[in-house]
C-alpha cells in the first residue's frame, strides 16, 4: 500500500494501494503459524497507520505503551491508588484528545468570550495535525483501563495483543470501538480460512463500496451545492438537500463500517455491528440504540450509568442523558454546531420520556394501535424528520449558517433554481434516487427477513453471481470519481 502525501489517499479502503495490501496482508495471515500470525497483522496495521505520516504511527504507538503500561500498573496497585492511578491514565488519554481535537476551538472560544467583555485577548493561531483514529482508539483504550479498574477482565501481559487490539486496520480509523473481550480472544485464537467467509465479507465490502461511491458521494454534491447557498435555492431544494443529507452520512458511514467488518469477516474475525437500519426507527431513543452502536454502547456503561443512569429520579436522568449526548456532540467535532446537535438529540429523548404517556393515551383516543402498520410509519416518519432536523446542525458548519438553512426552508418562494442547477444533472439524479430505493429495499428487506446478504449468498450460484455482477457494476458505472480517481474523505474520518 503505497504512501502517499495526503493522508485520506494514503489509508482509504476506496484506493488501488489497499486493493493491493488487503489481499497480501490476508493470505499471510491465514498462511503463518501460531504468533507469526498477529505479528504480521500487527505490523500491517503500523503499515496501514505509517501511510499517514510518521506522526500518526507515533500517536498511536505512544497510545498503546501508556495503555499497556498504565493497565499493567492498576493490576498492581492496592486499593484507593488504584482510583488515582485511573485518573491520571484517563487524563493522558482524554487530555491527549483534547490537545490536538479541541484546544483550538477552545481558545477561539475564549477569544469571542473575552471580546464579549471587552477584554483583549488574542489566543495564538494553532494547526495541530489530528492524529487518524485517535477519537476511536482512544475511546477503546480508556475503555479498556476501565474494565481493568473495575477488575471486570485482567491486564494484558503480551504487549503484541494489546497492540493489535488497538491498531487493527480496518477499524483503525473510523471504528467500530471495539472492546478488549470481544476482539483479543478472537486474535489469539482466530478462526481458520473459511470461503463462506470471504465471500460473506467480500460482498459486505461491495455493498459498502456501493453505499460510499454511488449514493453518499453523489448526493454529498447535492448537499454541498445546495447549503453552500440556501437563499439562492428556495425551499423545495434547501428541503431536498437536508433529507438528502440524512442519507448521505447514513451510507457514508454505515459503508465505512460494512467495508470495516467485511475485511475483518474475510480474515475470520468479528466486529462489533455499528448500525441495525436506524431510519426504521420509532422514536429517537431507539434511532440512538440503532445508529453508531459501539459509540453509543460506549457512553452507555462508561458515562451514563456510572453516572446514576436512569436510578435516580426522573431528573437525574434528564440531566444525564443532557451530559451525555453533550459529550457526544463534542466527540463529533470541535464546533458548537456538534454542541447543539448533540443537546437537541437530548432534548428529544428528554421530551419522548416526559410525554410518552400522553401520547399513548392520544393514539388509544385516535384508534391508533401500538403495532399497527398506520402507527408504526406515523412514528418512523417523524423520527426521521427530528434526526433529519438534527442533521442540519450537523452539516451546517457555523450556527449562523445553520440558521440561515432552516430560514431558507420556510421562507421565500419553493423554487428558484431550475433541478438541474442543484449540482446532479438529471441523469444523475436519476441514478441517486434509484440507488437511494435499492438501498431502503434492501434496508426493508433486511428488517423482514434478515440479512439481505446472507440471502443473496444463499441463491442458486447463477442467481448469486448475476447479483453480484450487477452490485459490481453499479459500483464501477455508477460511482462517483474525481480525477484521476480520487473519491470523497470518509465523513467520520475528521472525528
Not at 436512569?310 to 436522568?317: C, L, T
Amino acid at each position: 500500500m503505497p504512501c502517499r502525501k495526503k493522508v485520506s489517499d494514503s489509508v482509504s479502503f476506496l484506493t488501488p494501494g489497499f486493493f493491493l495490501f488487503f489481499p497480501v496482508v490476508a493470505l499471510v495471515w491465514f498462511l503463518l503459524p501460531g504468533s507469526g500470525r498477529r505479528i504480521w497483522l500487527l505490523l500491517a496495521s503500523w503499515w496501514f497507520c505509517l501511510c499517514a505520516g510518521v506522526e500518526h504511527l507515533a500517536f498511536l504507538l505512544g497510545a498503546t505503551a501508556l495503555t499497556y503500561a498504565g493497565a499493567r500498573l492498576l493490576d498492581r496497585c492496592p486499593g484507593g491508588r488504584r482510583k488515582i492511578v485511573l485518573a491520571v491514565l484517563l487524563l493522558s488519554v482524554f487530555g491527549t484528545l483534547f490537545v490536538f481535537k479541541y484546544l483550538d476551538f477552545a481558545l477561539r472560544l475564549l477569544d469571542r468570550i473575552f471580546a464579549a467583555t471587552g477584554l483583549a485577548f488574542s489566543s495564538p493561531g494553532l494547526s495541530l495535525i489530528l492524529p487518524v483514529g485517535i477519537s476511536f482508539y482512544g475511546f477503546m483504550a480508556a475503555g479498556y483501563l476501565i474494565d481493568v479498574y473495575r477488575r471486570e477482565r485482567r491486564a494484558e501481559t503480551s504487549f503484541l495483543d494489546l497492540a493489535l487490539f488497538l491498531s487493527f486496520f480496518p477499524a483503525l480509523l473510523s471504528g467500530p470501538i471495539s472492546r478488549a473481550g470481544d476482539l483479543i480472544p478472537q486474535l489469539r485464537r482466530p478462526a481458520p480460512f473459511s470461503w463462506d467467509a470471504l465471500r460473506s465479507g467480500s460482498v459486505r465490502f461491495l455493498w459498502g463500496a456501493f453505499k460510499k461511491l454511488v449514493v453518499a458521494d453523489r448526493l454529498g454534491i447535492l448537499v454541498s451545492t445546495v447549503y453552500a447557498a440556501a437563499d439562492d435555492f428556495g425551499r423545495l431544494a434547501v428541503w431536498t438537500a437536508a433529507f438528502a443529507f440524512s442519507i448521505q452520512i447514513y451510507c457514508d458511514f454505515s459503508a465505512y463500517s460494512d467495508m470495516a467488518l467485511g475485511c475483518a469477516q474475510a480474515m475470520g474475525l468479528r466486529l462489533t455491528e455499528n448500525f441495525r437500519t436506524p431510519y426504521f426507527s420509532r422514536s429517537i431513543g431507539e434511532f440512538w440504540r440503532r445508529w453508531h452502536i459501539s459509540l453509543s454502547s460506549w457512553f452507555r456503561d462508561y458515562l451514563y450509568i456510572p453516572m446514576g443512569g436512569s436510578r435516580k429520579g426522573r431528573r437525574r436522568k434528564d440531566w444525564n442523558v443532557l451530559v451525555v449526548f453533550a459529550v457526544s456532540g463534542l466527540w463529533h467535532g470541535a464546533a458548537l454546531t456538534f454542541l447543539v446537535w448533540g443537546l437537541v438529540n437530548a432534548f428529544y429523548q428528554i421530551i419522548g420520556g416526559r410525554t410518552l404517556e400522553i401520547r399513548k393515551k392520544l393514539r388509544r383516543r385516535l384508534g391508533l394501535r401500538e403495532e399497527a402498520p398506520l402507527t408504526a410509519a406515523l412514528q418512523v416518519s417523524l423520527t426521521f424528520l427530528c434526526s433529519t432536523a438534527a442533521w442540519v446542525f450537523f452539516k451546517g458548519g457555523s450556527f449562523t449558517h445553520s440558521l440561515a438553512i432552516f430560514r431558507a426552508m420556510f421562507t421565500g418562494p419553493w423554487l428558484i433554481r431550475p433541478v438541474s442547477a442543484w449540482g446532479l444533472d438529471p441523469a444523475e439524479l436519476t441514478a441517486a434516487l434509484f440507488a437511494v430505493l435499492l438501498v431502503a429495499a434492501v434496508e426493508c428487506l433486511s428488517v423482514r427477513m434478515g440479512s439481505f446478504r446472507e440471502k443473496l449468498l444463499s441463491l442458486p450460484r447463477p442467481a448469486r453471481w448475476a447479483g453480484i455482477l450487477m452490485l459490481l457494476a453499479a459500483v464501477l458505472i455508477f460511482g462517483v470519481y474525481g480525477t484521476g480517481y480520487d473519491p470523497q474523505d470518509f465523513i467520520y474520518f475528521k472525528f
